[in-house]
T-cell receptor, first 117, second 113 residues
Framework: GAGVSQTPSNKVTEKGKYVELRCDPI?????LYWYRQSLGQGPEFLIY????????DSGLPNDRFFAVRPEGSVSTLKIQRTERGDSAVYLC???????????????FGAGSRLTVL | SQKIEQNSEALNIQEGKTATLTCNYT??????LQWYRQDPGRGPVFLLL?????KEKRKERLKVTFDTTLKQSLFHITASQPADSATYLC????????????FGSGTRLLVRP
């Protein structure tokens, strides 16, 4: 597609439930990122994929969070045993390349707003 | 650890005036700095990138400066319009990895007609 697509746009769930958030990046973009944004804050890095592998998952808050990108395109962020503190907007971004000597410009999706009751 | 500071108070200006937003950073010398715009309910959108060896960058009504001595970037919107109302985020590559962008908390700009 023309841009980064995220589904669902809104997800309301109960505490303790399992949630999956999907990201479809720009075709040809090898780098994919997940960020989390709380109200009044900037996006906070969660995880970065280069191709199919998670090159850096240092931003995942704990082991309830996991992300995959099995074919190097679509990615799914998975949250187990959701807690109220997980409520936020989860943003996905992609870029043509990542780091190195070039600058890394990200194209973001509209985000998935997660509310844990 | 690196720290990015943007004014958390909203900037409220009259249409036609120049808006100036500030981004300060500490404990770091980034190779470049980026500015993004974010509208409510949307993801950030890239606006401008400025490298450490560039003092100033322009794009239409936008101008960004980068002072590596002061560790500060200024973002200017000249002849501001109500449609410029949004939150503006600055972003730097992480100290430990060039692919990871670290964002400031953003400054909300309101342009009154």
């Amino acid at each position: 597609g023309a841009g980064v697509s995220q589904t669902p746009s809104n997800k309301v769930t109960e505490k303790g439930k399992y949630v999956e958030l999907r990201c479809d990046p720009i075709s040809g973009h090898t780098a994919l990122y997940w960020y989390r944004q709380s109200l009044g804050q900037g996006p906070e890095f969660l995880i970065y994929f280069q191709g199919t592998g998670a090159a850096d998952d240092s931003g995942l808050p704990n082991d309830r969070f996991f992300a995959v990108r099995p074919e190097g395109s679509v990615s799914t962020l998975k949250i187990q045993r959701t807690e109220r503190g997980d409520s936020a907007v989860y943003l996905c971004a992609s870029s043509l390349n990542a780091g190195g000597s070039g600058a890394n410009v990200l194209t973001f999706g509209a985000g998935s707003r997660l509310t844990v009751l | 650890s690196q720290k990015i500071e943007q004014n958390s108070e909203a900037l409220n200006i009259q249409e036609g005036k120049t808006a100036t937003l500030t981004c300060n950073y500490t404990n770091y010398s980034p190779a470049y700095l980026q500015w993004y715009r974010q509208d409510p309910g949307r993801g950030p959108v890239f606006l401008l990138l400025i490298r450490e060896n560039e003092k100033e960058k322009r794009k239409e009504r936008l101008k960004v400066t980068f002072d590596t001595t002061l560790k500060q970037s200024l973002f200017h919107i000249t002849a501001s319009q109500p449609a410029d109302s949004a939150t503006y985020l600055c972003a730097l590559p992480s100290m430990d990895s060039s692919y990871k962008l670290i964002f400031g908390s953003g400054t909300r700009l309101l342009v009154r007609p």
